[in-house]
T-cell receptor, first 114, second 114 residues
Framework: SQQGEEDPQALSIQEGENATMNCSYK?????LQWYRQNSGRGLVHLIL?????REKHSGRLRVTLDTSKKSSSLLITASRAADTASYFC??????????????FGKGITLSVRP | DTGVSQNPRHKITKRGQNVTFRCDPI?????LYWYRQTLGQGPEFLTY????????KSRLLSDRFSAERPKGSFSTLEIQRTEQGDSAMYLC????????????FGDGTRLSIL
């Protein structure tokens, strides 16, 4: 079953604009991660935010986490055509065992127009 | 870090045939995961290894599916008596042991059942 729900499902913006993507989830988590996937390729890890963190930055990426609302957002600033891809949020559920499997949402398709 | 390698990249087979996929993880990673991804969806967890031990299997992994990681390095995923519904991208990922570790994905094996 898929835990995350991303919003919007598709986003089209002009190069240079900012892109904001949202994710909601259902259970308690250890961390939340964002991945990018180009067509026909595997997923590339972008950023990980722990359950006790509220905001994290990496280059042009900014991710926030609100555990009270069970939601996260990913902001890509100054978008480029190369940012065109599908973006997925994934949660590592709170679990005291050894498993660290990820539960993914359905993804957001981002198109950046040159 | 040579990345996660999956072979073959594409597999086309007739319904009822057996298929086997291989995954070579990043060498220092002792955790290995298999996911399945269908068109327009996020990856869904199938199974997970820590070293050679298979620690969890999803309900998605029917009796026709078997995964091994005999020496704690590469892994194989076999599907017996393939069905139309098995058509999907099969993704392998690996990570270090420990909390809050990102997963590194291969480019997947796309399976098409005729």
């Amino acid at each position: 079953s898929q835990q995350g729900e991303e919003d919007p499902q598709a986003l089209s913006i002009q190069e240079g604009e900012n892109a904001t993507m949202n994710c909601s989830y259902k259970t308690s988590i250890n961390n939340l991660q964002w991945y990018r996937q180009n067509s026909g390729r595997g997923l590339v890890h972008l950023i990980l935010i722990r359950s006790n963190e509220r905001e994290k930055h990496s280059g042009r990426l900014r991710v926030t986490l609100d555990t009270s609302k069970k939601s996260s957002s990913l902001l890509i600033t100054a978008s480029r055509a190369a940012d065109t891809a599908s973006y997925f949020c994934a949660t590592e559920e709170f679990y005291t065992g050894a498993n660290s499997k990820l539960t993914f949402g359905k993804g957001i398709t981002l198109s950046v127009r040159p | 870090d040579t990345g996660v390698s999956q072979n073959p990249r594409h597999k086309i087979t007739k319904r009822g045939q057996n298929v086997t996929f291989r995954c070579d993880p990043i060498s220092e990673h002792n955790r290995l995961y298999w996911y399945r991804q269908t068109l327009g969806q996020g990856p869904e967890f199938l199974t997970y290894f820590q070293n050679e031990a298979q620690l969890e299997k999803s309900r998605l992994l029917s009796d026709r599916f078997s995964a091994e990681r005999p020496k704690g390095s590469f892994s194989t995923l076999e599907i017996q008596r393939t069905e139309q519904g098995d058509s999907a991208m099969y993704l392998c990922a690996s990570s270090r042991q420990g909390g809050d570790q990102p997963q590194h994905f291969g480019d997947g094996t796309r399976l098409s059942i005729l």
